[in-house]
Structures are given as C-alpha cells and as structure tokens.
C-alpha cells in the first residue's frame, strides 16, 4: 500500500509538472503569437429557419502555432485570460471581425451582423464601451452590424456595473446576445433588466434533443421564453435535421451547426455563401 502511494504521489507531480510546462510554454508562444499575426478569424453562419437566409456569423479564434499547430480557443483563452493577453487578443478580434464585416457589406449576399465573444476579463481590464466605439469609428463599421456574445457568468461577475456597461454598448448601436444560455447560474431576472437582443441555446441541450427528455423540454422552454420576451433565440451546435425539424416546430428563429456549416474563413464563407444564393 505504501508503495502503491508514493507511485501515485509521482504520477501526479509529473502529471502537475507537465501541465504547468504546457501553460508556460503557451503563455511565450501565446505572447509573440500576438505580435507575428498567428491569429486567423473563422466565421460560422447563423441562419434564419423560416427561410434559411444566412443573417449573421460568428467569428470563432483560431491559432496557428508554427510548432504546435492548431490550438483550440478553450485551451488558450484560458491562458490568454490568466496572464492579461486577453486584451490584446480581444482587440484584434473586434478589429478584425469589424473590419471583415465592413467588406461584406459589399457583397449582395453577405451577412447583416458579425458576432464576437467577449470573455469575462475583457470588461474588467477593459473599458469595453470605449474600446468598442473606437473600433466601430476607425473600422466604420456601424454598430447595428456587430453583435458582442457575452455570457451569463461574464454578466454576473460584472456586479451593479452589468447595466451600464450594457447600457452604453447599446448607445453605440451594437446588439447584445447571452451566449450559452442556460448553463449559467444566475438569475432570470438580469432578462428584464439588461438590454439584451438574443439568447444562444448552449449546444450541450441542443445536441440532445429531440429525444432526450429534460434537454428538449429545457430548449422548448428557452425558445417560448425568448419568444414572450421579445427576443431573439439562436439554437448553436445543430448537427442533425431531426433536431432543425424540432426547432423548427418550437418555432425557434434561428440556428447555427455543423448542419449548415462550419467556421470557415471568410474567403470560403463567401464563396459558399455565393453558391448557396445562386
Ligand atoms: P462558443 O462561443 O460557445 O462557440 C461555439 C463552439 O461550438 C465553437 O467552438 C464552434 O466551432 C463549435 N460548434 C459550432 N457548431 C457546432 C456543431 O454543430 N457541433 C459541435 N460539436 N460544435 C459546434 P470553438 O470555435 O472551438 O470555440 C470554443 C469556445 O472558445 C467558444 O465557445 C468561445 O467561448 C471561445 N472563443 C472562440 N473564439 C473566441 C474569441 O474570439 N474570444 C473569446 N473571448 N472567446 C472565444
Ligand atoms: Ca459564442
Ligand atoms: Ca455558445
Ligand atoms: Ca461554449
């Protein structure tokens, strides 16, 4: 038995001891990452059910590491989170996705809104509405066109600060939407409180509907909820036409998965959106 425990005792520290090697290696690489342009933007289409007009898209991270290769964002936006780099990262982000946006406006069948992700830290090193109304001004960009993902959580952490912050987003024209909704633990109440335009169905009940009971009803519930609100609801994560059909027969107004496409880059978002519309 004491054998067996000082084994275990090892297993662990080099378990530890590797992790911490990868965190420290990806906060290096992470930082010269943000200056030699190792960021690419891949945008997801978000389509209306009722007649599958793509209305938006959402930017999705990625990195492209010369090394590593591909690292998904829920590896290092945590990092990014942790040692501040979120700022920068964050800003490139908007920039880019704005700057993007602004092209489309262009095409005839381009999106009307380009969504972003805002992690939690942002707004806490962040004067986001500045930061915000400087990238709309200097990308031209109006703010109607740009739509900021927050979640519930991000909003909680925010405390008293939520509804101005939210507020003055709103004043430069920008619409608001509750990413994974639902997962969060908070209050229903913020709805009514907050200027908020759409909420995202987390796709960990979406993937299990129509036949898992509990997931549906939970997304049947946000979807009459989102509706009786006045706001919009977006299902993310739909993989299968069974459960567009359900969505559809909920009612739901939109819906963004693999079913209609993946985060592409924007050329090939164009491109497909081109032959779709032809
Ligand atoms: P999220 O905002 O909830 O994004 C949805 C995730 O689901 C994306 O993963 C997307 O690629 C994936 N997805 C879309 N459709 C399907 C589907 O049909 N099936 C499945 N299984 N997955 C689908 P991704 O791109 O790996 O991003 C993961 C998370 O990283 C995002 O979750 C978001 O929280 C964060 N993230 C991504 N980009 C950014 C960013 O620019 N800034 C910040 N702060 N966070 C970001
Ligand atoms: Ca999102
Ligand atoms: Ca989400
Ligand atoms: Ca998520």
Known sequence: AKELGRNTFQFYTEALTQAAV???????????????????LHYQPQVRISDGRVVGVEALLRWQDPDLGLIPPDEFIPVAEETGLITQVGEWVLRTACRQMRQWLADRNGPDTVAVNLSPRQFQLQDMPALV??????????????????????????????????????????????????????????????????????QSFVQKIPDTLGAAEIAATIIAMGRNLGLGVVAEGVETAAQLEFLRNQDCGFYQGYLANRPVRAQELREWLAARTE
Do not use: C
Not at 24 to 39: G, Q
């Open 133 to 202: 109304g400087s990238i709309l001004q200097s990308t031209g960009l109006a703010g109607r066109h740009l739509d900021l993902e927050i979640t519930e959580t991000a909003l909680m952490e925010q405390g008293p600060d939520a509804a101005r912050i939210l507020h003055d987003l709103k004043a430069l024209g920008v619409r608001i939407s509750i990413d994974d909704f639902g997962t969060g633990y908070s209050s229903l109440a913020y709805l009514q409180q907050f200027p908020v335009d759409k909420l995202k169905i987390d």
């Open 22 to 40: 990868r965190r420290l290696s990806l906060e290096t690489r992470l930082r010269r990452a943000v200056k030699s342009d190792e960021f690419v």
